[in-house]
């Protein structure tokens, strides 16, 4: 690989599969594969993780963004992939697609999401009051035109815990009880 190919996906070498051939491609668990195809004029920036594999003819841009996204995100550089060819995208669950409208914000999980177009205007926010937004997960504002690509199963590995610890009673009573969620632990 080449040096931000390597700084990138933290490997040396990339495999290259050609000629008539059959893959068998283990997932974990509750993944699934996808493949779009991209258009020469398709805009839309990925993550990075979820990018498994791009068909040879494709070009691969870096897109840096903002330093408060970066922060938030942890992730600095976005992939623009442009076509004809297509893109293998690893998800957690199903992947849907959902139209961006220029006047109504498209709020989406931070974790669930995978591409929106270049030219979107994004912010982070967070539902609800200030004291429910300790507990809320930061939220993707997107406004704009074009499609934007999420993933339906993100896994909540907090959420799964505590409902696996925690007994009927002791769920109840932190939610029903006034700070219940402070004071039973």
Same mark, same amino acid.
């Given at each position: 690989?080449?040096?931000?190919?390597?700084?990138?996906?933290?490997?040396?070498?990339?495999?290259?599969? #050609?000629?008539?051939? /059959?893959?068998?491609?283990?997932?974990?668990?509750?993944?699934?594969?996808?493949?779009?195809?991209?258009?020469? @004029?398709?805009?839309?920036?990925? &993550?990075?993780?979820?990018?498994?594999?791009?068909? &040879?003819?494709?070009?691969?841009?870096?897109?840096?963004?903002?330093?408060?996204?970066?922060?938030?995100?942890?992730?600095?550089?976005?992939?623009?992939?442009?076509?004809?060819? @297509?893109?293998?995208?690893?998800?957690?669950?199903?992947?849907?697609?959902?139209?961006? &409208?220029?006047?109504?914000?498209?709020?989406?999980?931070?974790?669930?999401?995978? #591409?929106?177009?270049?030219?979107?205007?994004?912010?982070?926010?967070?539902?609800?009051?200030?004291?429910?937004?300790?507990?809320?997960?930061?939220?993707?504002?997107?406004?704009?035109?074009?499609?934007?690509?999420?993933?339906?199963?993100? #896994?909540?590995? @907090?959420? /799964?815990?505590?409902?696996? @610890? &925690?007994?009927?009673?002791?769920?109840?009573?932190?939610?029903?009880?006034?700070?219940?969620?402070?004071?039973?632990?």
């Amino acid at each position: 690989m080449d040096i931000a190919g390597m700084y990138r996906k933290r490997k040396w070498i990339r495999s290259r599969i #050609a000629g008539p051939a /059959e893959l068998l491609l283990g997932m974990p668990p509750g993944c699934r594969l996808h493949t779009l195809q991209l258009e020469a @004029q398709s805009d839309l920036l990925f &993550d990075l993780r979820n990018v498994l594999f791009f068909t &040879d003819g494709m070009t691969m841009k870096n897109r840096l963004q903002s330093f408060k996204n970066a922060v938030i995100t942890k992730e600095l550089v976005r992939m623009r992939f442009a076509g004809p060819g @297509q893109l293998g995208i690893v998800t957690t669950g199903e992947m849907t697609a959902l139209e961006l &409208d220029p006047s109504i914000p498209l709020f989406v999980d931070a974790t669930a999401l995978i #591409a929106y177009p270049e030219n979107a205007a994004i912010k982070l926010s967070v539902y609800g009051n200030s004291l429910a937004s300790q507990h809320m997960r930061v939220q993707w504002e997107l406004i704009g035109s074009g499609p934007v690509l999420v993933q339906t199963g993100s #896994a909540d590995a @907090q959420l /799964e815990s505590q409902v696996r @610890q &925690d007994g009927l009673l002791r769920r109840t009573l932190r939610e029903v009880l006034p700070f219940g969620g402070v004071f039973i632990k």
